[in-house]
């Protein structure tokens, strides 16, 4: 998994005119996630929060 730091870079060469497959041997994954990457337009996905509510809730007293 990409972390900020690897979104970012990948931005960065790309924007420099680095290929696919050059970046994705820099960075260490393959040409799909680098392509991947770049699709969804350099953005860092955001994690979800992870509070749910419990399933015992309803029995709790």
Do not use: F, H
């Given at each position: 998994?990409?972390?900020?730091?690897?979104?970012?870079?990948?931005?960065?060469?790309?924007?420099?005119?680095?290929?696919?497959?050059?970046?994705?041997?820099?960075?260490?994954?393959?040409?799909?996630?680098?392509?991947?990457?770049?699709?969804?337009g350099?953005?860092?996905?955001?994690?979800?929060?992870?509070?749910?509510?419990?399933?015992?809730?309803?029995?709790?007293?």
């Open positions: 998994m990409l972390n900020r730091e690897d979104w970012l870079m990948i931005g960065e060469m790309r924007e420099k005119g680095g290929c696919l497959r050059e970046i994705a041997e820099r960075i260490g994954v393959s040409e799909r996630t680098v392509g991947r990457a770049l699709k969804q350099g953005a860092v996905p955001k994690r979800r929060a992870g509070a749910r509510p419990s399933k015992l809730g309803p029995y709790k007293a």
